[in-house]
């Protein structure tokens, strides 16, 4: 099996080329082959005309004496290699060389006995190489004569020989070149595939904003070359966004690791009461529980990158999960004065991952709490219609800016009232919140009012 695809088109080429070339010399031949036969056969019919002219002239010069002007008309008549004969039935009157074939006064007298004008016949035995033979029938003061002329098939035979000659040598030759050239024709075809994985080689994670150029000409390999560009573009812009997601991560990283460290050094520094020491602890213990949940926000988004967040799929009620988170948060409202009602019906069963769930809720009324003024209102409910399920987290907080809604969903995110430590966002809730959604095959979004409240309405499908 040829490994090389130049080899292979070259070979296909070859095979279709030597197929078409055997073809076309096979019909040439055949058709050079009736040419000759056919010109051979005029020229003979031409001779038998002329003989049977005379002949007819010097039956009424010599007043009927067949055998004289029969004599008359084979030495006039000197074609070379042509015989030309009289014959009377069968019986030979006059030819102007020695017959070489018995069988040639059977075909006067089957010339003779049909109406034909002309019979035409090949001899197969006739000297070396056969024979044609053309015969006309006449009929002088009611007797029957018959003209014939043989030549031999040597020339034409001799002719085609030197045809088959050229065309066995010229085989190899043509079959030769064509190798090469389709040879040279592969690989100037496959070029462009070459010069590609030449450039793709040299494309690293370091420049991946490099494309394949191919030039102008070869549009079937631009396709190639624009499938794999798209599919550069793509690994560049993924690349980027991790790029950007680790450098993000460290940056959030740095902080409460600095806050922590810088209240170790200050507290170390010299002997302290109890009291200070308390203080720094529980600065460090807040920074400590700020670094856990930057730590899991990473996790459950690496996850979802990873894209096998293996979901952990059970049956339980919707609205006992809605009503258990805003439990857990109602101390948080409470203390900074904020309503929080939970609106559900009874019984709304759902298959999904209950502890994701809950982490949107809690992550959207996380939110909800943080950007809501003292006195505001936050309202859980769940709205239940056939198969399709839609939780409403709804505040009357700062709303949200029309030119922010469309990045609240992106990670490290944060509105520019959310950039103050004490509100203590990283900007990946929401991102997590939009995961979860849709690693449960539903979609989350926002209506909001600035300076009024938004509502996240999350829909689910069950
Ligand atoms: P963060 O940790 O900063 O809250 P999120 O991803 O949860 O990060 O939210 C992204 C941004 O969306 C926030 O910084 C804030 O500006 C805006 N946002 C989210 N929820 C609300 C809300 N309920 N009210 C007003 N703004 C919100």
């Not at 001779?47 to 005379?54: I, K, P, Y």
């Not at 740095?254 to 507290?267: N, Q």
């Not at 990873?306 to 339980?316: D, W």
């Not at 999904?352 to 959207?364: A, F, I, P, T, W």
């Amino acid at each position: 099996m040829i490994r090389s695809f130049r080899l292979q088109i070259t070979a296909w080429y070859l095979l279709l080329f030597t197929v078409l070339f055997a073809a076309f010399s096979i019909f040439f031949y055949e058709v050079l082959d009736r040419a000759l036969h056919k010109r051979l056969d005029e020229s003979l019919s031409a001779a038998v005309g002329t003989a049977a002219g005379l002949f007819r002239d010097e039956m009424a010069e010599l007043h009927g004496d067949a055998t004289a002007a029969a004599r008359e008309v084979t030495s006039e008549i000197s074609i070379q290699h042509v015989l030309v004969a009289v014959f009377e039935g069968n019986k030979l009157l006059s030819s102007n060389a020695p017959l070489k074939s018995a069988e040639l006064p059977s075909i006067a007298a089957r010339a003779s006995g049909t109406n034909r004008s002309e019979l035409r016949t090949t001899l197969p035995q006739y000297g070396k190489h056969g024979a044609r033979a053309v015969a006309r029938a006449l009929v002088v003061d009611g007797k029957h004569y018959v003209l014939l002329a043989v030549e031999s098939l040597h020339s034409i035979k001799s002719d085609l020989a030197v045809v088959r000659n050229v065309l066995f040598l010229a085989l190899p030759l043509v079959v030769l070149i064509a190798g090469i050239g389709g040879f040279l024709l592969a690989t100037r075809s496959l070029a462009p595939v070459r010069s590609m994985a030449d450039q793709a080689r040299h494309i690293t994670d370091k420049n991946l904003n490099t494309r394949l150029d191919i030039g102008a000409a070869h549009e079937e390999l631009q396709v190639l070359a624009d499938s794999f560009n798209e599919l550069l573009s793509r690994l560049d812009q993924s690349f980027e966004t991790m790029r950007r997601f680790v450098a993000d991560a460290s940056h959030e990283l740095r902080t409460p690791l600095s806050v922590i460290r810088g209240e170790a050094d200050v507290a170390l520094a010299r002997d302290r009461g109890p009291g200070e020491y308390r203080e720094s602890l529980a600065i460090i213990q807040d920074e400590g529980r700020r670094l856990s949940r930057l730590v899991e926000d990473l996790l459950n988004l690496a996850r979802a990158d990873a894209g096998h967040a293996n979901l952990r799929v059970e049956e339980f009620y919707l609205n006992d999960l809605l009503a258990e988170c805003c439990r857990s948060l109602e101390a948080a409202a409470g203390a900074r004065q904020i309503d929080l009602e939970c609106r559900c019906p009874g019984d709304v069963a759902f298959r999904g991952d209950q502890e994701l769930l809950r982490r949107l809720v809690l992550n959207l009324l996380d939110n909800a709490i943080r950007y809501t003024p003292a006195g505001g209102k936050i309202l859980v409910s769940l709205e239940a219609a056939g198969s399709e399920l839609r939780i409403l987290v709804s505040d009357t907080g700062i709303g949200i800016p029309p030119e922010a809604a469309p990045y609240i969903f992106g990670r490290f995110y944060r509105g520019d009232q959310a950039r103050s430590r004490q509100n203590g966002g990283f900007g990946l809730g929401l991102s997590i919140v939009k995961w979860i959604a849709e690693s449960h095959k539903g979609t989350v979004n926002v209506t909001s009012e600035p300076g009024k409240g938004n509502t996240f309405p999350v829909q689910l499908t069950r």
